[in-house]
């Protein structure tokens, strides 16, 4: 059915038309995908679909407000997208009515799944669904700007100390925020609904406890330096028991310099604290599992988290966390629990609900043994949600590599599955639109967004102010005046 043509340095199977490419998810593992596939197939034409009007999935919604050097990816994905062989369908979820798999998938040969990790874990203990009882996920959302959270509300001005679970870099992200001065946060692009929360918030004690010890943290150093500097924020942990896990695990430390670093910092602040004074505070907790969170008299809102307290059990890098049977409580009037997103499956598609990501060899979509033609997954879908912007794109890259590969070796995609011959990507879809209402955002309606978020923040000298409702996002494309 193929015809050979030279692309990109190698001879390769085309029929005499663009391979079409569908990717889902705008976030840096469908850019980075995206990127990669435009430099190694010429003769491709790539849509991508995205759920929101606007683009950069948690490079927008995820990262810290006061990491704006992080964010300048975003000038990388502005560039792949001047591509006249790349389109941007924001606005547009695939998956559920509106634009269901099946009807997607006829129009393309391969479809590249990167719609990331849109749920969150739970802790799955009674009181979590109390009021002031939030997923990291949620919070971080409602303080970026993430539509569907922007309502969360938390209530931050009737206590003064607030519980984060987990010890990884989201949760430094969140504690650091809750104990920033304002005025430092009011130069980054939080939200200003937020900034007016954080502007009245009491909370001035962070507690970020993890159920195993030290060794076993997983926010790495820059972050935990970072919140050392925290101007009048005083350091506390349980100091002998820090100096007994780097003494017991001085062989380990010494094979794993990351780990060695983090332990290096804490170990200097507790030698020498960088703040002996001030009135707020954080806390490194260990050996805690939440058991329960506890309601205040109204029976409604969280007042205090209870724990088991843990011992270890096995070498540092593989120890399981054993419960002794004594427990621990901690009052606190916010409780963010921050212990992984969670992808969740889209019809259509292999999804192993145990490992929550899309099973795949070299980002090809696999179901059991077999490879999935023309199916490939890319980011935290692709291989669990860790991992920072580099590491996904790693694993796009990889992704994008394999497609280029099956191209190459004129592996069957999509079409040759279903046996339809012309594809024609999302100008097949236009009928379907139409009747479906859908109206597509192209990447030029997201930068008259984006340049609306500009002029907004100009105004109050931050770099942006963002959208917090899709209604606002959309209203800029409905005033006639607006134009790049
Ligand atoms: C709170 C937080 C802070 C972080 N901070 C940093 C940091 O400082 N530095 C760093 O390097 N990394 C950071 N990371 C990690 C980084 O954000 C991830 O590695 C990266 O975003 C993962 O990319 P992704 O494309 O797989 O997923 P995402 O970025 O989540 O992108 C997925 C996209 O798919 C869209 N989507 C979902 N479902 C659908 C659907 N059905 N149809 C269409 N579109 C859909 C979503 O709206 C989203 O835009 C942070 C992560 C979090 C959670």
């Not at 206590?159 to 920033?180: H, K, P, Y």
């Not at 150093?221 to 101007?231: G, V, W």
């Not at 805690?288 to 969280?302: A, F, G, Q, W, Y």
């Not at 889209?346 to 145990?354: K, M, S």
Request: charged fraction near 25%; hydrophobic fraction near 40%; glycine fraction near 8%.
């Amino acid at each position: 059915m193929f015809a050979r043509s030279l692309v990109h340095g190698f001879s390769t199977a085309v029929s005499g038309r663009p391979l079409q490419v569908a990717i889902i998810g705008s976030g840096p593992a469908g850019f980075f995908t995206a990127h990669r596939v435009l430099k190694d197939i010429a003769d491709v034409k790539i849509d991508m679909y995205e759920s929101l009007p606007v683009p950069h999935g948690l490079v927008r919604f995820g990262v810290a407000p006061d990491h704006p050097e992080v964010k300048n990816v975003m000038n990388k994905f502005d560039e792949v997208a001047t591509d006249d062989r790349f389109t941007f369908l924001g606005n547009v979820h695939v998956g559920g009515s509106e634009l269901p798999l099946a009807e997607l998938k006829p129009h393309y040969d391969a479809i590249v799944f990167s719609y990331g990790a849109s749920e969150d874990r739970r802790l799955n203990i009674p009181g979590e669904d109390l009021k002031n009882v939030f997923s990291a996920r949620a919070f971080v959302g409602w303080y970026n700007g993430l539509p569907l959270h922007r309502d969360l509300q938390p209530d931050l001005d009737n206590t003064d100390t607030a519980v984060v679970i987990g010890q990884g870099n989201v949760a430094l992200d969140i504690a650091r925020l809750l104990l920033s001065p304002i005025d430092q946060l009011r130069k980054t692009d939080l939200t200003a609904y937020a900034l007016e929360a954080l502007s009245k918030s009491r909370i001035k004690h962070v507690h970020v406890v993890g159920r195993r010890g030290p060794l076993q943290a997983a926010f790495t150093a820059k972050e935990l330096r970072e919140q050392m500097k925290l101007p009048g924020v005083q350091f506390h942990t349980d100091i002998p028991l820090l100096q007994n896990e780097l003494t017991a695990g001085a062989s380990y430390l010494s094979k794993t310099r990351p780990l060695k670093r983090l332990m290096s910092i804490l170990e200097k602040e507790i030698a020498s604290p960088a703040h002996q004074t001030g009135d707020k505070s954080w806390n490194l907790d260990f050996l805690r599992s939440p058991t329960k969170i506890l309601p205040d008299s109204s029976n409604t809102t969280v007042q205090a988290i209870e724990y088991e307290i843990n011992r270890l059990e096995g070498p540092p890098n593989a120890c399981k966390a054993i419960g002794t049977g004594e427990f621990t409580r901690q009052d606190c009037g916010l409780v963010l629990r921050s212990i992984g997103y969670k992808s969740i499956a889209l019809e259509g598609v292999p999804f192993d609900e145990a490992l929550g990501r899309v099973p795949n060899q070299y980002g090809k979509v696999m179901d059991k043994d077999n490879e999935v033609p023309g199916m490939y997954t890319a980011g935290w879908l692709k291989r669990g949600p860790t991992g920072v912007i580099a590491t996904t794109m790693t694993d796009a890259y990889e992704t994008a590599d394999t497609i280029a590969a099956d191209f190459k070796e004129g592996k069957p995609f999509l079409g040759d599955v279903d046996g339809i011959g012309y594809k024609s990507g999302s100008q097949g879809l236009a009928e379907h639109f139409r009747q479906q209402s859908v109206k597509p955002i192209s990447y030029i309606d997201w930068k008259l967004i984006e340049k609306m978020e500009f002029e907004a923040g100009l105004k109050t000298g931050k770099p942006r102010e963002k959208f917090g409702r899709i209604e606002e996002m959309l209203a800029v494309l409905n005033t006639k005046n607006n134009s790049l």
